[in-house]
């Protein structure tokens, strides 16, 4: 069962680690074509240049930055951390499985504790990397833009 299992999560993983590139190259050229910001002026109308889009609050023409770099980026680490932060989650259900059934032996009681506590520390390092990768674009665009 326990085989069964481990087999299951490494197959869901590796499933989410082919789907993702995929699911973010769709992400991309959804967020590249025409009208995809839902703003009534996807073309450019109204005096607004070709990477200007049309506010429809403000009346204002304002830069359409969804294909950038920084943008798309920022939605590959989102992907990631969701998938490594579910992982880490179900891992910590195992592991609290494991110790609910290890029946009070030494070994499986330790292994349980070890796979929940590594499990909280890949959380813990998945919100590190999402701020400090945040932290790098920010700087790294303003530094570009010159602000």
Known sequence: M???IKMYLL????LILFIAPLAL?????HAQSPGASGNLN???FAGCGSSLTFDNKSGNCIKDNSGSISNVIKAGINLFSIVVGAIAVIMVI????RYVTSS???DNVKGA???IMYALIGLVIIA???????FVLTKSTSAASGS
């Open 11 to 14: 197959s869901f993983s590796a």
């Open 2 to 4: 326990l085989q069964k």
């Open 42 to 44: 996807p073309g450019g």
């Open 94 to 97: 195992y592991g609290g499985f």
């Open 104 to 106: 009070g032996k030494d």
């Open 113 to 115: 504790k070890s796979t």
């Open 25 to 29: 190259a769709i992400g991309m050229a």
């Open 128 to 134: 590190l990397a999402q701020i400090l990768v945040r």
